[in-house]
């Protein structure tokens, strides 16, 4: 399979960029509407890049000033809160996970300062910012770390081994009601896994998987993979897929997808590989019961398991809190021999990445994993060696395999704080950190001097960034090749109610269809220029309910023909128009002065709540290429349409290239979306070579070019030839935060190319992509 390429990158890679913009976009509507003239030439005149504009790979916008002279980005910033209550230790290994009902539930650990292990229920509630102990009761389990904790059916926490205060791997799974602050322990059959800690759990249709982890008194690590089928309790047997500990786990698109933790030679890795798990049996049927484990042993789930000896009296910790083991429930100590099992069903497939502008590098800083939108998203934050100016936010597309940076660290991480855990909600929108300071001044001194503690939490909005979260997530592309500038989006069609009415849409009336209303757009055909020097004219706020017209002599669409009642259910601008019996309810007819594949596409999402294509027997019912998307962007604004805005943003961040990267930036700029704005200036930045070349930068308005080029920080100059050589050879001081930068640009290809390098190079290490 061949790897994806960037389209449009330039073979020597990004530049450096820098600075706030000197004038900004107005955000209210007025300004969007007065601007809908530029908006629409330029997006119907949006071509590829001329053949004939040849680029120079030997050029480049440096800038003058040090970046930490630079003012931070403006736009959304996460806040770092404060707890209250008796907060925890900054204990290592213990499960971090959100539960629901804006709480966050903290299950044992090991205390850095007292050699302590616990198996504490602790909860943050995260409206009052309060941490309490949780009384728990019934099967309470022995103190572990390094397990993992599942949330299930939204009221059941799924702990999964660890290991325990005698150095012992577990493998019991044991159930936390979070309603009744039960604590069970089912009786499961077929052959148990290997005790193990720092492993992976995710679930999937009622199964739980488990991936790696280390184990045995030499502490190797697995390379295996197994599940608990939740319905039966009962253990499938193991296979093969990759040797790792301390890594990420992910199911998206029925694949299991691990990233990242340490190798089998205790490396940092930065390897991806994915196990498809549909058309295989093995993975779609029920577990055989009565199986025998991997040793050979049979087990019996009632046998019944020795205990260590429960203390006397608990231990108090750093934290406060006494270790709760009122049943020490452990597995006796396992002397496993190494063995191997078979190859897992399913085609196994991996990715190494390497050195690259935007593939962070798991060697640096403390690196924090998540998903959402079938996207892995990498917080790179603040260590010892590594400044928050330093971090970033970044993401790696599972579709098109394709990494971007969201956000500079400095515009996420406010300095002086060191995270330890990171925990996402199951939709996939919100992200929390935990930490506490490095300032001495605000960390408590305990007996034993300086003491960290879970003291603070900071909450990232995932929608700032177009994530759209797990639930309403687009069906997965069935290859992993990301399409060409020049090649059309193509989405899965959209399944039940939607598709039924997509089926529907834009039918005449005379074929059964039942429209009853006509909308009408600018024509494909009309003169751009014309067109701006005409009396078009736009309702000053959409709530008012004005009459929207175009001058006589302004050429309009083939009709769209629609529903009444679903553009009144679904658009409260129709239906405020409507209600208020302006003209078009009378003539049953209305005219939306924006590009014809622009109104269509916002028909059809009104239809569909997608943004992909609709009939297939439509010819001109196409894909909404990222031209349109960008004024589906601006009309979700003047509408107040949110969902509709976060499906425009998420396509638009992902798919940003160097032939739209102006009309992105220019419309996020109409659309008060500073974020996406503030992206795309720095995508232009970093191809501006290729970008002024292109027929959307040429199409721009006056005022649009002034402010675009004043991205540029204010002290940058063009260099190259000589001069660039010369600086590559050796760069001045000054420039010391960017000169390493270029010349890795300038000795590298793009990233997804070095990619595709180093997986070829790397056949050996059974590494490749299949």
């Known amino acids: 399979m061949a790897l994806p390429s960037t389209p449009g990158a330039s073979v020597t890679g990004p530049s450096i960029f820098g600075g706030p913009p000197q004038a900004a976009h107005t955000s209210n509507n007025n300004a969007a509407n007065s601007s809908h003239a530029s908006f629409s030439s330029l ?5 590829a890049t001329p053949a004939s504009a040849a680029s120079s790979n030997n050029t480049y916008i440096m800038p003058n000033s ?13 806040k770092v809160t404060r707890t209250l209550g008796q907060r925890t230790a900054c204990l290592v290994n213990a499960s971090v996970t959100y539960c629901g009902n804006n709480q966050i539930y903290v299950f ?8 302590e292990v616990y198996n504490h229920v602790l909860r943050l509630d995260l409206v009052s910012h309060q941490w309490s102990l949780v009384d728990n009761y019934g099967d309470i389990p022995g103190v572990r770390m390094g397990h993992t904790a599942t949330m299930y059916k939204g009221d059941k926490l799924l702990v999964f081994g660890g290991e325990n205060e005698h150095r012992t791997y577990l493998s019991d799974l044991i159930i936390f009601d979070l309603k009744t602050a039960h604590w069970t322990q089912p009786q499961v059959t ?61 199911i998206w698109g029925d694949r299991v997808w691990v990233f990242g933790g340490l190798s089998e030679d205790m490396d940092k890795v930065n390897d991806l590989w994915w196990l498809d798990l549909k058309g295989s049996p093995a993975f779609e049927s029920p577990p055989q019961i009565g199986s025998l484990d991997r040793s050979g042993m049979p087990r019996n789930a009632t046998s019944p398991r020795p205990s260590y000896p429960v203390p006397q009296s608990p231990v108090v910790g750093s934290s406060g809190y006494a270790a709760n083991s009122r049943t020490a429930q452990v597995n006796p100590p396992s002397f496993h021999l190494k063995t191997y099992a078979p190859p897992a069903p399913g085609a196994i497939s991996s990715l190494r990445f390497v050195s690259g502008t935007n593939v962070p590098s798991q060697m640096q800083g403390v690196h924090f994993h998540v998903y959402s939108s079938g996207t892995l998203l990498d917080f790179v934050t603040p260590a010892a060696t590594i400044t928050s100016r330093e971090c970033s936010l970044l993401a790696l597309d599972l579709g098109a395999l394709r990494w971007q940076k969201l956000a500079e660290g400095r515009e996420i991480f406010k300095p002086g704080y060191r995270w330890h855990y990171c925990t996402m909600n199951d939709d996939g929108t919100k992200a929390w950190l935990l930490g506490c300071p490095t300032d001495p ?44 500038s020049r090649t059309r989006h193509v989405e899965q069609s959209s399944k039940g109610l939607g598709s039924d009415l997509a089926r529907l849409f834009n039918q005449p009336p005379e074929s059964g269809s039942g429209t009853d ?59 405020r128009l409507w209600s208020s019996q302006m003209a078009e309810f009378h003539t049953k007819k209305m005219h939306i002065p924006e590009p014809y594949s622009v109104v269509k596409a916002f028909l059809y999402y009104l239809y569909t709540d997608r943004i992909d294509p609709g009939s297939a027997d439509d010819e001109d019912n196409l894909t909404a290429d990222l031209s349109d998307v960008a004024g589906l962007l601006v009309m979700s604004n003047i509408y107040n349409i949110p969902h509709l805005r976060l499906l425009c943003v998420n396509r638009l961040s992902k798919e940003l290239d ?28 970093t191809h501006w070579g290729r970008i002024v070349r292109t027929v959307g930068f040429q199409r721009l308005p006056r005022s649009a070019l002034v402010e675009l080029s004043q991205e540029i920080d204010m002290e940058g100059r063009v260099i190259g030839g000589d001069e660039l050589d010369m600086m590559v050879g050796g760069i001045d001081s ?33 590494m490749e992509m299949s």
């Open 108 to 115: 044992g650990g090991f205390d850095q300062y007292t050699d």
């Open 441 to 484: 001044a605000a960390i408590d001194l305990g007996a034993n001097g300086l003491e960290e503690y879970l003291s603070d939490i900071m909450e990232i909005d995932l929608r700032r960034y177009g994530f759209l979260g797990n639930n309403h997530a687009p069906e997965p592309r069935t290859d992993l090749v990301r399409p060409s």
């Open 190 to 250: 077929g052959p148990i896994p290997k005790g193990r800690a720092r492993h992976a759990a995710v679930l999937h249709e009622d199964k739980l998987f488990i991936v790696g982890g280390i184990t045995g008194h030499d502490n190797y690590v697995l390379d295996d993979i197994c599940y608990l089928d939740l319905k039966t309790f009962t253990w499938s047997r193991a296979w093969r897929f990759v040797g790792r500990f301390d890594h990420s786990a992910y």
């Open 734 to 766: 000054r420039f010391s935060d960017n000169g390493s930068a270029v010349s890795r640009r300038k000795e590298s290809i793009s990233s997804n190319q070095t990619q595709m390098l180093e997986s070829e190079a790397d056949d050996d290490d059974g």
């Open 517 to 575: 209303f006509v909308v009408t757009a600018l024509s494909r055909d009309y003169d751009d220029e014309e067109i701006m020097g005409s009396a078009l004219i736009h309702p000053s706020d959409p709530a008012d309910g004005d009459q929207t017209w175009l001058a006589p002599d302004v050429p309009t669409s083939p009709p769209i023909h629609v529903h009444r009642l679903i553009l009144q259910a679904r658009w409260p601008h129709f239906a």
């Open 43 to 47: 997006a119907s005149t949006l071509t």
């Open 658 to 685: 160097v032939d739209h990267a102006c009309i992105i930036w220019y419309c996020a700029g109409l659309a008060s979306e500073e974020w996406l704005r503030k992206r795309a200036a720095g995508f232009c930045m």
């Open 66 to 78: 040090p970046l930490k002279n630079r003012a931070p980005m403006d736009g959304y910033r996460p």
